[in-house]
């Protein structure tokens, strides 16, 4: 009896603990808000995708219906109907090491990659897009198959990136990034100006140009057309660049760094034109999107919550509270409607106004 009411008053002291936690960490949310910029959006939390049993790594919205595919370490891809909040599909992967997911722009195909060295594309349910898979000989080959290894690089893929269904970006550990010929898995381009890993790629509006942020504090701009010699070289970050992300019009582009800083770069002027950064809380950051104007900048941190920016002030509107761990990717919806993230705490959560 004597060691049940022991082990009773210790349970009662370990909730007492938990409650006081939670209410620090509400009081710290609400203190924040408070100091935000009041603005006209106001993004609330719509949907909440539970099914992952590892932290999420990677995730995007498709280009074609309301749906997201993301990556996580228990092994799965799961495709997700962002409307209804349930899973359309779910991918087994020969390895659970995944860093990163893309959709091409079809929707028929989703690429994963991570610590096996090897971009893995998979064939997605999508009878809905059949008819434009079929336009061309190549993608009506490439529709027959399950899927496509591709392996080349010598160290990890950090993300990948289609630029149509018969082409894909991958960047790596390696200070490397290819382009590749899907059909026939081989290697088309190899960029290789970079010195460090290279952590994201984004692909411009025409997918003419690509950038890319790397573990040696530059972001490099890249045109496939003219061969695999960097165009322009941005420096400034203080630390790793863990994200880019390129501007809706095409002509500037956003990084996010582990130095606790966003910054804008303008391709015409070849210089920074915006810098962000919360001062009270300086932690990384792990990933960048814009709204569909520009007018909004979406940063994920790898604290458990993502911020928002005016972009044209600079200054901070909000951050979105909800997750309880690093928030390892953030990203727009094709209409410009939603915002998801996806977090270590192994959910994604979808915002909209």
């Avoid at 006081?20 to 509400?26: A, H, V």
């Avoid at 080959?141 to 990948?160: A, K, M, P, V, W």
Wanted: aromatic share 10%; net charge neutral.
């Amino acid at each position: 009896m004597r060691e049940c009411m022991h082990q009773c008053a210790k349970l009662r002291l370990e909730i007492e603990k938990l409650n006081k936690i939670n209410m620090n960490y509400e009081f710290e949310n609400w203190f924040k808000r408070l100091k935000c910029k009041r603005s006209n959006l106001q993004l609330q939390e719509k949907r909440v995708l539970n099914g992952h049993f590892g932290k999420i790594y990677g995730m995007q919205w498709s280009n074609q219906r309301y749906d997201i595919v993301s990556a996580s370490q228990d092994g799965q891809l799961i495709i997700w109907d962002a409307l209804t909040a349930k899973k359309r599909e779910s991918i087994l992967l020969t390895s659970s090491w995944v860093m990163t997911c893309s959709w091409s722009p079809t929707g028929c195909l989703v690429a994963s990659g991570g610590l096996d060295n090897i971009c893995t594309i998979h064939r997605v349910n999508c009878e809905e897009n059949h008819q434009d898979i079929h336009k061309s000989n190549r993608n009506a080959s490439l529709n027959r198959g399950t899927f496509r290894e591709l392996s080349h690089h010598e160290g990890y893929i950090s993300c990948c990136r289609f630029i149509n269904d018969g082409e894909i970006l991958t960047s790596s550990g390696d200070s490397t990034i290819v382009l590749w010929d899907v059909e026939k898995r081989l290697p088309k381009i190899t960029f290789a100006d970079h010195i460090g890993d290279i952590m994201g790629i984004s692909l411009n509006k025409g997918k003419t140009l690509f950038v890319s942020g790397s573990c040696d504090s530059t972001a490099k701009v890249f045109d496939p057309r003219s061969g695999p010699t960097c165009n322009i070289t941005f420096a400034g970050h203080m630390s790793d660049i863990n994200a880019v992300k390129f501007f809706p019009n095409g002509k500037s582009f956003c990084t996010g760094s582990d130095d606790s800083s966003c910054m804008i770069f303008d391709l015409r002027a070849r210089c920074q034109i915006g810098y962000f950064t919360d001062e009270e809380n300086r932690c990384g950051v792990t990933s960048v999107c814009f709204s569909a104007t520009g007018k909004f900048m979406f940063s994920g941190n790898d604290d458990n919550y993502a911020n928002v920016w005016d972009v044209p002030t600079n200054e901070l509107i909000c951050p979105l509270f909800g997750h309880h761990d690093r928030v390892a990717a953030v990203d727009l919806s094709h209409d410009g409607t939603a915002v998801c993230t996806a977090s270590w705490d192994k959910y994604l959560k979808v915002w909209s106004i």
